[in-house]
């Protein structure tokens, strides 16, 4: 086990340092902002909007300390000489598999991201569970927050900017663009360690990052899954089913909250 997690480290900083990084940042020139807000050492759960697959090769390029993210299971099955080399390269870029197929596997995805939090690891989650599909920002999984009770770690929020240009959904084939990553404070929430598993707790941690992600980000935010926005949108493609409706932003509703309080 240890020889084979060095063998993976040693992997992921040569993809960052020699073959990949290099090329990502003569086409993208990606920048951060606020990265000291990271902890140098320790568990954390960086919380991040979810824009483009991208993502989870600019946030690490650019943070300091080895980045991990959990990665769909079939990235590491597909059989041949392409299926092996997509297992080298994403586990090259730190992600490890995670099958999502099912009750207890989601339950074992949390299990391991609990156990790499308390080891130690700096642990790259997309609380909406997938990509966004029109680069609005959707409601956030509670998964993340039993993982940041069970752990007791930080919650760092992380917005992108320009990946989805980079890497527009259904591409194949990457287009240079300017990348951007902005962190946010580290969020503390020991006032609710001991109530894992306690739902509206969860929720409103949830709902609190999300928050802070909206206003991070400044994307809209809509009060929905992102896999349920998805089949919405399938169906109303084909003609069958309604629109994702616009949610009103954070401005629009301070405005609205000045005009009754007066």
């Known amino acids: 086990m240890a020889e084979r997690e060095a063998r993976v480290t040693v992997l992921y900083w040569l993809m960052k340092r020699v073959f990949l990084g290099p090329l990502l940042h003569l086409f993208f020139r990606p920048t951060i902002e606020g990265a000291e807000n990271i902890p140098e050492t320790g568990g954390a759960l960086l919380a991040s909007n979810h824009l483009a697959v991208s993502d989870s090769f600019f946030l ?17 099955t597909q059989p041949g000489i392409k299926g092996r080399l997509k297992k080298w390269f994403f586990t090259g870029m730190g992600q490890i598999p995670i099958d999502r197929s099912g009750g207890s596997a989601a339950q074992a995805a949390l299990d391991t991201g609990i156990r790499l939090l308390r080891t130690g690891h700096l642990l790259g989650i997309y609380p909406e569970g997938t990509r966004s599909p029109d ?57 609710y360690y001991g109530l894992a598993g306690d739902r509206f707790v969860e929720r409103s941690i949830t709902d609190e990052i999300m928050y802070i992600l909206m206003e991070l980000s400044g994307q809209e935010y809509v009060d929905m899954y992102a896999a349920r926005a998805k089949e919405l949108m399938g169906l109303a493609a084909t003609g069958a089913g309604p629109l994702v409706p616009r949610q009103p932003s954070s401005a629009e509703v301070d405005r609205v909250s000045e005009t009754r309080a007066s």
């Open 60 to 76: 690490p390029l650019k943070v300091r300390r080895r980045v991990t993210f959990p990665a769909k299971l079939e990235y590491f």
């Open 135 to 191: 680069g609005r920002l959707y409601k956030g999984k509670t998964g993340m927050a039993r993982m940041v009770l069970e752990s007791q770690v930080p919650v760092v929020p992380v917005a992108m900017f320009g990946t989805d240009k980079a890497n527009p959904i259904g591409s194949k084939m990457w287009k240079p663009y300017k990348i951007h990553i902005k962190v946010g404070a580290p969020l503390d929430f020991s006032r």
